[in-house]
C-alpha cells in the first residue's frame, strides 16, 4: 500500500523524534522498507547529517489503491523531502501524475492573524469524538461520576 | 463592511455558528437547525446513554432495529471505510462510534434545511469544519485555515462561494485522532485541511487523511474530483494538491509566499 511509502518516508523524515517513532513502530515494522533508489536516480545519494535523509530521487515500489496501481518517486535535497510525484498512475488519471509541491516553511509572512484577514470563520481540528471523549472523561472524573 | 448575523450554539460538544448577511436567516429555521442538531446529538452520540448507539453497542437492540438515519449514517461509514481502505471507520477499538461521520452529515443536513427555508447565502461552522453557500455581503466567502500551533493565526485564507472546508489534526487535544488499521494514534501531521462540493465528504477524508500522512492522503484526493488538500507536517511545512491554489487569496503573504512562487513554476 501506499502506506508502506508514507510510513517509511514518514520514519526517515521523522528520525529525530524518537518518541513518535516508538508510537508508529507497528506499522513501520509490518511495512518493511518500500522505497530504495531508482537506477536512474540522479546523484548519488549522499548523507546529509543531522537528517534521516540521503539526497537523490527515490522510487517506492508499485502499490495498488482503491483506485488502481500507483507508484510514487520523492526527491530529496538537502536532507528533506522535496517533492513527491506518481509516476505511475491509472490511466484515465495520467494528469494527475503531479501530487504536490512543498510550500516551504511557513514564514512569518504567510501568518497573519485571524482578526486582521477579514473573515468569516476559521476551519481548524477542534473535536473529534475521541478528543470530546478523553475531555468528557476527564470533566465526569473531576465532577466525580 | 456591514457585520454577518451569526447565531452560536453549543451542541455535539462544540460550538456551532450559522451565519448569514443581512438580514440574516429566518428565525424558524434557525431555531429548526439548532433542534435537528440536537437530535442527531441525542441519537447518535456515543456518550449519551440512551442513544441509539449506546444502545447497540450494549446490544440492547440490533442494528436493523436502528431508525433509517442511522441505518443510513451506517451505511455512508462503511462506504467511506471501503474508499479510504479502511482509513475511515466507524467501529475502533470494537464499539461502535459513528462520530467522525456524523459532523459532517449533521451540518449537511442543516445546510439543507436552510436551503428549504429559502436561504441563498449561509456559512454553517461546527467546530471548525465549516459549508458556505451564496457569498458575504461584500463578495465570496473567505475562510481561514488555522495555524496548527497559534490558534489566533490563520496561514491560508480560502475564497469561494460556494464550499466546503474540513481541517482535522493533532494539535488541539494531543494525538486524537487514531488509525483504524492500527489503533494507535496517527501522528504525522499536524493538521490536513480538505476543500470540496460536500462538507460530509470534506470532513471524513480530512480525518481519513491525517491517518494516511500528507503523502497518501494528498494523492487520494488528487484522485478526487473536485477535492483539494492542504497537509502541515511537524516541521510546520505545507504540502498541497496543485489545485488548492486556485482558492487562496493572496492574503497570507500578499502573493509572496514560498508557496506562491514554487506554484508558478509548475
Redesign the interface.
Known amino acids: ?3 508502506t ?3 517509511v ?2 520514519m526517515l ?2 528520525k529525530p ?1 524518537p518518541q ?1 517513532q516508538v ?2 513502530q ?2 513501520a515494522q509490518v511495512t518493511a522498507p518500500a522505497v530504495s533508489p531508482s537506477p536512474g536516480s540522479s546523484p548519488a545519494p549522499t548523507p546529509t547529517p543531522g537528517s534521516g535523509l540521503r539526497d537523490g530521487t527515490y522510487t517506492g515500489s508499485a502499490v495498488t ?3 488502481g496501481t ?1 507508484q ?1 518517486q ?1 526527491v530529496v535535497a538537502g536532507g ?1 523531502i522535496k517533492s ?1 510525484t ?1 509516476i505511475q498512475m491509472p490511466s484515465d ?1 495520467a494528469e ?1 501524475a ?10 512569518e ?7 486582521s ?20 472523561q476527564k470533566a465526569s472524573a473531576e465532577a466525580g461520576g | ?1 456591514a457585520e ?1 448575523r451569526r447565531v452560536t450554539e453549543e451542541v455535539m ?2 460550538p456551532i ?1 450559522l ?1 448569514a448577511p443581512e438580514p440574516g436567516l429566518p428565525a424558524e429555521a434557525v431555531a429548526d437547525a439548532f433542534s435537528d442538531l440536537r437530535w442527531v446529538d441525542r441519537t447518535f452520540s ?2 449519551i446513554p440512551e442513544s441509539v448507539v449506546s444502545l447497540i453497542n450494549r446490544g440492547e437492540i440490533r442494528v436493523q432495529e436502528a431508525p433509517a438515519e442511522v441505518l443510513e449514517v451506517l451505511d455512508l461509514c462503511a462506504r467511506f471505510e ?4 479502511g482509513c475511515f471507520s466507524a467501529c ?1 477499538g470494537g464499539r461502535l ?1 459513528p ?2 461521520l456524523v459532523k459532517g452529515w449533521a451540518i449537511d443536513r442543516v445546510c439543507s434545511r436552510l436551503e428549504r427555508s429559502g436561504a441563498a447565502s449561509y ?1 454553517v ?1 461546527a ?4 459549508a ?1 453557500r451564496g457569498g ?1 455581503m461584500d463578495g465570496p ?8 500551533l ?1 490558534k ?7 475564497e469561494a462561494n460556494d464550499l466546503a ?15 483504524p488499521r ?1 489503533g ?2 496517527a ?2 501531521l499536524l ?1 490536513f ?1 480538505v476543500i470540496g462540493p460536500d462538507i460530509l465528504q470534506a470532513d471524513v477524508f480530512a ?1 481519513s487523511a491525517c491517518v ?5 492522503g ?3 484526493l ?2 478526487l474530483p473536485g477535492y483539494e488538500g492542504y ?12 489545485g488548492f491554489a486556485r482558492y487562496c487569496t493572496a ?4 502573493g ?4 506562491a512562487s ?2 508558478a513554476r ?1
Not at chain 2, 471501503?82 to 481502505?85: G, I, Q, S, V
Request: aromatic letters at 8%.
Open positions: 500500500m501506499v502506506v511509502i508514507a510510513a518516508l514518514w523524515t521523522f523524534h513518535a508510537q508508529n507497528p506499522v489503491m482503491f483506485f500507483v510514487v520523492i528533506r513527491a506518481g488519471r494527475s503531479y501530487i504536490s509541491q512543498q510550500a516551504g516553511p511557513l514564514l509572512s504567510e501568518v497573519i492573524s485571524a482578526q484577514a477579514k473573515i468569516s470563520g476559521v476551519s481548524g481540528a477542534t473535536y473529534t469524538s475521541a478528543a470530546y471523549q478523553q475531555s468528557l | 463592511m454577518l460538544g462544540m455558528t451565519a456515543p456518550f471501503r474508499l479510504t481502505n475502533i462510534d462520530s467522525g456559512m461552522d467546530g471548525g469544519d465549516i458556505v458575504d466567502w473567505r475562510v481561514g485555515v488555522r495555524h496548527p497559534e489566533d493565526k490563520v496561514v491560508r485564507v480560502v472546508v474540513a481541517t482535522s489534526g493533532t494539535y488541539e487535544k494531543g494525538d486524537h485522532i487514531l488509525d492500527t494507535l494514534a501522528t504525522t493538521s485541511t480525518t494516511m500522512g500528507w503523502e497518501e494528498l494523492l487520494f488528487d484522485n497537509a502541515i507536517d511537524h516541521h510546520l511545512v505545507g504540502h498541497f494538491t496543485r492574503t497570507c503573504g500578499e509572496q509566499s514560498p508557496a514554487s506554484l509548475v
